[in-house]
């Protein structure tokens, strides 16, 4: 379930629909405003974080008579598409809902969303400085947050100590990629891949990785203009880069591979190395399911150009401008990322089973360090290390690292993508596939000047 989820959450984007809303509902009051009791419909993606959340939604209701909250869980696509028509059309179907780092600036923006900074400020026990610096700037739109954590991720390097140790070979805590690459050739053999990187199309797929190799080679999708960058020389040799290391120590058919295959073949000791997401660590140290549990080790994002160039992504709970059951809907969203909830997940389902990279606090839990001791130092150091504003050598007017925070990134991430993965393939060149995509990107790079 997580090998699915961390799929979709990477492979789906968000083609936020074109209606603008006029004006949103008022928000209405919580329990107790009538004497009535008040019921929470909470639209979330059926992932096993969210699933354990609603079998332990009976302690919030038990605090709280009078609230009682009715989770409707659907695939990842379903949920964009559904949320988007409700709050679009001013419905008010959903009081909380399940949303992507990449849409809350948007979302938010657009005046979709509920401002919580008063509700969270205002409340010393929520503790909301406790939230890991980036993810909150991510959630921020003009100092106003617009949704809390739920869990979050960046991306790291992970590799096979046994085999590193085998070849007589060595890994830094904080690698470039042109030492990662000279380690993949020397570990690549017909046995196992020397890395593992995705190449499967998609803006979420393919362009999750490659787009902070762009980063940390200068390059970026846009200039502080909104002027397409993507034929420029670092967006090029970074993406050369990319392709020419997938190549020579790649695994087999790279275009047919992303989050979930790439974690396979790790977890099963086919390949030497892997670039991906922090949340991989968990699944890879669980000896029921991985056979390289306890053989792995864990560093930065490799870099090039930059100090950092690990991504960030978040689920997070918000409550649309349009709920009826507002001040419960905020009730119910900072009870679920609070450090009780954190607790009670421990203590209740299992310490492994904490929602991680949200709180800095979590990672000073005895049982959870202990329990994770394996992937929670080198998440926590990670996620504390990457900029959303500027993650890049250059400005960029909007704010996320993997992504474009505009509505059209979706369409144009994805074609790019396809071109790249063409040239991957050997169908094209890098060269000839990014001109074609500097001609979609500026398209949407227009819009954003008008």
């Known amino acids: 379930m997580l090998v699915k989820k961390r799929a979709l959450v990477m492979g789906a984007g968000?083609?936020?629909?074109?209606?603008?809303?006029?004006?949103?509902?008022?928000?209405?009051?919580?329990?107790?405003?009538?004497?009535?009791?008040?019921?929470?419909?909470?639209?979330?993606?059926?992932?096993?974080?969210?699933?354990?959340?609603?079998?332990?939604?009976?302690?919030?209701?038990?605090?709280?008579?009078?609230?009682?909250?009715?989770?409707?869980?659907?695939?990842?696509g379903d949920l964009r598409a559904a949320v988007t028509a409700d709050v679009a059309s001013g419905a008010g179907q959903y009081d909380v809902v399940t949303v992507g780092a990449y849409e809350v600036p948007q979302w938010g923006a657009q005046g979709w969303l509920t401002d919580l900074t008063p509700a969270l400020t205002s409340d010393a026990a929520y503790d909301v400085g406790d939230i890991l610096p980036p993810v909150k700037t991510a959630l921020s739109v003009d100092g106003k947050q617009y949704a809390v954590p739920f869990y979050g991720e960046s991306s790291i390097l992970m590799y096979n100590k046994e085999m590193f140790a085998a070849a007589g070979l060595t890994m830094s805590n904080n690698p470039t990629w042109q030492e990662v690459a000279a380690a993949a050739k020397t570990l690549n053999t017909p046995d196992h891949a020397g890395i593992c990187l995705r190449g499967k199309p998609g803006w979420g797929d393919l362009f999750a990785p490659l787009t902070t190799v762009v980063q940390t080679f200068g390059g970026a999708w846009y200039?502080?203009?909104?002027?397409?960058?993507?034929?420029?020389?670092?967006?090029?040799?970074?993406?050369?880069?990319?392709?020419?290391?997938?190549?020579?120590a790649g695994e087999k058919d790279p275009v047919s591979n992303s989050f979930t295959e790439c974690l396979n073949q790790l977890s099963a000791g086919k390949v030497a190395m892997w670039y991906d997401a922090s949340v991989a660590a968990s699944i890879l140290e669980d000896p029921t399911t991985s056979k390289v549990a306890g053989k792995m080790g864990y560093v930065h994002a490799p870099v090039y150009k930059t100090k950092e160039s690990g991504w960030l992504w978040s689920w997070n709970l918000a409550v649309p401008a349009t709920s009826k059951h507002a001040d419960a809907a905020v009730k119910f969203a900072k009870w679920a990322t609070s450090k009780e909830y954190q607790q009670?997940?421990?203590?209740?389902?299992?310490?492994?089973?904490?929602?991680?990279?949200?709180?800095?606090?979590?990672?000073?839990?005895?049982?959870?360090?202990?329990?994770?001791?394996?992937?929670?130092?080198?998440?926590?150091?990670?996620?504390?290390?990457?900029?959303?504003?500027?993650?890049?050598?250059n400005p960029q007017p909007w704010v996320g690292i993997q992504y474009v925070t505009i509505p059209e990134f979706q369409d144009v991430g994805n074609q790019v993508a396809q071109l790249v993965a063409d040239a991957i393939a050997g169908r094209t060149t890098v060269e000839e596939a990014l001109a074609k995509g500097q001609v979609i990107a500026q398209a949407a790079g227009d819009k954003q000047k008008k």
């Open 223 to 248: 200039d502080n203009n909104w002027n397409a960058q993507v034929n420029s020389p670092a967006f090029t040799e970074g993406v050369n880069f990319y392709v020419d290391l997938l190549k020579s």
């Open 344 to 393: 009670l997940v421990g203590t209740t389902l299992g310490w492994t089973r904490v929602p991680p990279g949200a709180r800095t606090s979590t990672y000073s839990i005895p049982e959870y360090k202990t329990a994770a001791a394996a992937f929670a130092p080198i998440t926590l150091e990670v996620m504390n290390a990457v900029n959303p504003v500027q993650p890049g050598l």
């Open 14 to 76: 968000l083609a936020i629909t074109a209606v603008l809303l006029s004006g949103c509902s008022g928000a209405g009051a919580g329990a107790g405003a009538a004497g009535q009791d008040v019921t929470l419909t909470l639209a979330t993606v059926n992932n096993p974080q969210m699933k354990d959340m609603e079998s332990l939604k009976g302690t919030f209701e038990k605090e709280n008579p009078g609230i009682k909250v009715n989770f409707v869980q659907m695939e990842e």
